[in-house]
């Protein structure tokens, strides 16, 4: 019964939009998504510009970031106080789980390490590995 009734409101309709109207309206929608992607990249570049940076004597470039918790309850309230000083790969949401200058990583019940973050590094440790 309900094949049927939906076979009905489909004959009821009439026809669907053309091949060329389909394809007109692909092309828009990639189009908008392109748009879309650059001007998330350009946001990104330009936070990312505002944010410390730190440069190591190697040339590596870090980042500080958070420790997250496990995000079970939404709040957050279990992520690290303490802000590390993390590889630019290794930061972000799909950064994973390396180690800080410090030696911190992420145990087993923490997601990561949180996005870039505006604000200055404050682990001693990793701000002491910097200095030397």
Known sequence: ????????????????????ERAAATARYQ???????????????????????YVLPDGSAWRSAQMLGRLSNGGERDRGRLYHIVSEDGCGPMGGAGSALCGATPGRRSVGWGDVEGTPATCPRCLKRVAS
């Not at 049927?4 to 009821?12: F, K, T």
């Not at 189009?31 to 940076?53: C, F, K, N, T």
């Open 1 to 20: 019964m309900l094949i049927i009734d939906r076979m009905v409101a489909m004959v009821r309709s009439g026809p669907g939009p053309s091949p060329e």
């Open 31 to 53: 189009a908008e998504e392109h748009a879309r992607q650059v001007r998330q990249a350009e946001e990104r570049e330009a936070y990312l510009g505002a944010a410390p940076r």
